[in-house]
């Protein structure tokens, strides 16, 4: 028997139908090993020694693997035919090889760009071995991650508080979209005018045409600059009638068809044609490529989706060329076949583009078998495909000139028609940012030189420019593109990590970076401006596939970078020739920088025109609204950056780090609203936070914090009066005594809204209750209903996906709390952003359900508490612990600080007691 390795679970169940009983085919679940997210995985004074580790997931795999393998007579590692596949294979045989029991069992890797009967058949034929070439790009590519993100993020927490983290490529994704914002801010509309006239010709039909020459002169864009000017040329226009044809050109141009999809332009035209996001598209691309069943044998639909290569195989470009000639005719088939080269120079050529396994399959054939999505990203690689062999489409362009009686006033129109369509009968590839100025549908009579024509209306127009549009997923990702900066592989996570990170959000499809995101990317392109130059990102890509070409060492490429990166702020005669070790870097690069007031200057200098932007009222944007002398500027706190007056500890003005407009200045929103005073003296404020509006009673005295209250979600902060923020100020408040154990019943606002504390146990105040006016018995009412769930909310009974093939186990999709998630037995696992809930598979769900298993999941299994002493241990162990990685960017992420639910209790139980003395 021979044990066959793939990725997924889906793709073992369709293979082992195509091998038969002479083989078993296993899943790796992807990635079975991983650098571990602490400090020494990788050792650049070690020779760039790494460390791997097997958790979880990974080590029940390798187990399972191995199992299956004791018995066999041969292992076929058939995981993705791309560099992660060839790696995830590299680790597979190293985990193996170390035991044993299967150190002499014969291993090989087989590859397969489709799932389909005959390419496993002819791969499982053809075994080769691991290409360590690929193997070598795929190690210096997962150090160099690592490395920039467990030296860049740690400092990057120390010079500014709140941070998240940086990545090698995500941090020059980020300023592609903040220089983008920066030069949207900073344009400034001009205003222009057009002059068109519409005309009749001979035969009666109507045409516009623009003024393009006025007394003469040759009319360039801000020529008419304001409506006085556009009525004097509106006259001039009128004043030359009769009209006459001047010129007429005619020229025939030929449209070339665009060339099967890669990973980028599928992502971007399915994102313009069918709205679908990036991540979205590749996961349902995955399913395409897996298969579906049709007549009784599952099939995979397309070609391997993660790609850079535009070539056809020689079998796809046979049968394309065979179904244009049967289903279009003869004259939109090429007299030779296509053959389309990348002109990105570091694509991966041997590789096939996107196309369906059998373009004989046609969308409408199995639009049947599929989800709408589904179906719809297929009919759209099939047209492209097929539209790719296609003849080119040919038009003839026409460009006419009318002129004034007195030949001073010149307009033109254009416009084209097709007379073939060629490949346009099947497919048109569509535009991000389509330009307004598009005539090639517009049709024109049929005029010759000296025709006159008739002016029927002329009208002026006005138009201010425009700044550069956002960009949108699909044009980030053509814009990383044609820098060379990311491979097919990794454009989904790089811009599913701005997301999660908080470093941009999407409003109407378009990436809007947050303040988050500015301060980042400041503090990166003034301290590290060498690393997240595009020029610099690219070029260490080519070094890469240089390594994967067999033309470079990985080692050298690595040497050659750490040793210029670690001694960036350090001079010649410092350095003592050898590579230092990743704390040595740490503290070379932060002594660099110096001092956490010269990081502030430097924010607060790059960053004025954005937070405090010029709104032409004659007023100093930085001037404090509270003391009036300070100015405002960026601050630094350990909770992160806000924006404070410079005459503090005098003046305490502050406001969260955000834009401020003039009608927020105007009302008043951009400081402490002043509501009035308690009996005390003391000022009662309205603020506005990180987290939202809160009252707060006087200021901060002698390190001691004034309290606050936060406003509840349905309460408008502008109806808070002195009267509600008194009362908000009161709680938690005594609402009585429990009838039956004569305990104090609390109401009070905690950390998730609106609470009742009754001896120890506490429930949520619906939505429809206020905190501030439920009485006894509503509140003994709700005390003694059941809690169900989170929340005392009876759980939802949940959406079936499908049945465990082994156990059995009904498996459930539920909308929780905290998002989306899907349940077997005791076992709950969220759903990632990049899974449409909707759409959630039976394999994927039981993925992740494994996974959450993996790491210790599932309701019952409770850890030993540890006794005292090991707790100080560990805490210990945690302070010094460095921060984890992300294995798609090598981006290390500051360790949580997780509250307990016993501290949590103790200070709820603390305020209790202390309210109910107070009331007594």
């Known amino acids: 028997m021979k044990v066959v390795v793939v990725e997924s679970p889906a793709k073992a169940k369709t293979i082992n139908k195509y091998l038969g009983s002479d083989y078993k085919v296993l899943a790796s679940f992807g990635h079975v090993r991983d650098l571990p997210p602490k400090d020494g995985s990788v050792r650049p004074d070690e020779d760039f020694a790494m460390t791997w580790d097997a958790e979880g997931r990974g080590a029940k795999q390798i187990k399972e693997i191995a199992s299956a393998a004791a018995g066999a007579d041969m292992l076929l590692l058939a995981t993705d035919p791309d560099r992660e596949g060839e790696a995830i294979s590299w680790h597979l045989r190293e985990e193996l090889r170390g035991k044993k029991s299967l150190a002499k069992l014969p291993m090989a890797r087989v590859a397969f760009n489709e799932i389909t009967k005959k390419a496993v058949l002819d791969a499982i034929a053809n075994p080769r071995e691991i290409d360590q070439e690929l193997v070598d790009a795929y190690l210096a590519r997962r150090a160099l991650d690592y490395l920039v993100g467990f030296t860049l993020s740690p400092i990057l927490w120390r010079k500014m508080p709140g941070s998240r983290s940086a990545g090698r490529v995500q941090s020059v994704a980020l300023r592609i979209v903040c220089e983008r914002e920066a030069e949207i801010e900073a344009f400034k509309a001009r205003e222009y005018w057009t002059i068109e ?325 400041t503090f990166l392109t003034n301290f590290f401006d060498r690393y997240v130059q595009y020029g610099f990102t690219a070029d260490l890509e080519t070094k890469l596939d240089d390594i994967s070409g067999g033309r470079a060492r990985w080692k050298d490429v690595l040497a050659e970078f750490w040793n210029d990166f670690a001694h960036l702020h350090q001079d010649e005669s410092e350095s003592d020739g050898k590579l230092p070790s990743m704390q040595e870097a740490v503290a070379f690069l932060d002594k660099g920088i110096g001092t956490r007031s010269v990081v502030i200057d430097v924010l607060n200098d790059s960053l004025a025109p954005h ?195 082994t156990s059995g186990d009904v498996v459930t999709l539920h909308e929780g709390r905290y998002g989306p998630y899907v349940k077997m037995g005791a076992i709950n696992a969220t759903l990632p952003k990049s899974i449409e809930p909707g759409a959630v598979t039976l394999d994927e769900a039981l993925q992740l359900i494994a996974a959450r298993e993996a790491a210790g999941g599932g309701k019952g299994k409770k850890k030993a508490a540890p006794k005292a002493a090991a707790k100080k241990t560990a805490a210990k162990k945690t302070a010094k612990k460095p921060a984890a990685a992300d294995a798609d960017d090598g981006e290390a992420k500051p360790a949580k600080k997780v509250a307990t639910k016993t501290a949590a209790k103790k200070t709820a139980k603390k305020a209790v007691k202390k309210a109910a003395k107070k009331a007594s």
Not at 350 to 377: C, G, M, N, S
Not at 755 to 767: A, E, Q, R, V, W
């Open 197 to 521: 006239a519409v005309f009749t010709g001979p035969d009666g039909q109507s045409f516009a045409a623009r003024l393009t020459h006025l007394n003469g002169k040759k009319l360039d864009k801000f020529d008419i600059a304001d409506e006085a000017a556009a009525k004097a040329a509106v006259a001039a226009v009128q004043a030359g009638a009769p009209f006459k044809v001047a010129a007429v050109e005619r020229k025939s141009v030929r449209r070339n068809p665009s060339p099967p999809f890669i990973t980028s332009t599928l992502q971007q035209e399915a994102s313009r044609k069918l709205g679908f996001g990036a991540a979205h598209t590749m996961k349902i691309a995955q399913r395409l490529y897996e298969g579906i069943e049709l007549d009784g044998e599952t099939v995979g639909l397309i070609t391997y989706m993660r790609t850079d290569g535009v070539n056809l195989s020689q079998e796809a470009v046979v049968a394309g060329r065979k179904l244009i000639g049967e289903q279009y005719g003869q004259k939109y088939l090429p007299a030779s076949p296509r053959i389309y080269k990348s002109a990105a120079k570091n694509a991966q050529e041997a590789h096939e583009a996107i196309r369906p396994t059998d373009l004989f399959r046609r969308p409408e054939q199995v639009r049947k078998y599929l989800r709408d999505e589904e179906a719809k990203l297929y009919d759209l690689i099939w047209k492209r495909t097929l539209a790719s062999q296609m003849e080119s489409a040919e038009l003839d362009q026409v460009a006419i000139d009318i002129v004034s009686a007195d030949g001073r006033q010149t307009l033109r129109t254009t416009g084209s028609i097709i007379t073939f369509d060629g490949f346009l009968t099947l497919y048109q590839e569509d535009h991000d940012d389509p330009t307004e100025d598009d005539d090639s549908a517009k049709r024109l009579p049929n005029l010759k030189q000296g025709d006159a024509v008739t002016s029927q209306d002329v009208k002026p127009e006005q138009h201010f420019t425009q700044p550069p549009p956002r960009y949108s997923e699909a044009s980030l990702i053509k814009r990383l593109e044609e820098l060379g900066i990311g491979r097919p592989s990794t454009y989904t996570s790089i811009l599913q990590t701005l997301e999660d990170r908080a470093y941009v959000k999407i409003e109407k499809k378009r990436l809007i970076p947050e303040d988050r995101g500015r301060l980042v990317t």
């Open 611 to 805: 937070f405090f932007p010029d709104l032409g009222n004659g007023k100093s944007p930085r001037a404090c609204p509270a003391c009036g002398s300070g100015e405002l500027g960026i601050k630094l706190a350990k909770n992160g950056a806000f924006i404070g007056c410079n005459n503090y500890p005098e003046c305490k003005y502050t406001k969260p780090l955000a834009v401020q407009t003039e009608e927020e200045i105007a009302a008043g929103s951009a400081g402490p609203v002043e509501l009035g005073k308690d009996p005390a003296g003391k000022s009662i404020t309205l603020r506005k936070g990180p987290y939202g509006f809160y009252v707060q009673l006087g200021e901060a005295e002698e390190g001691e914090k004034p309290k606050r209250v936060s406003l509840t979600r349905d309460l408008d902060p502008n109806a808070v009066s002195l009267e509600i923020a008194e009362k908000l100020l009161s709680l938690p408040r005594v609402v009585g005594h429990h009838p039956e154990t004569q305990k104090p019943i609390m109401a009070g606002i905690g950390r998730f809204g609106p609470y009742l504390n009754h001896d120890g146990k506490f429930k949520s105040i619906p939505k429809d209750d206020d905190v501030l006016s439920i009485g006894m018995n509503r509140a003994v009412e709700l005390l003694s209903q059941e809690s169900k769930g989170r929340g005392g909310r009876q759980a939802a009974p949940g959406k079936e996906i499908g049945k465990h093939p």
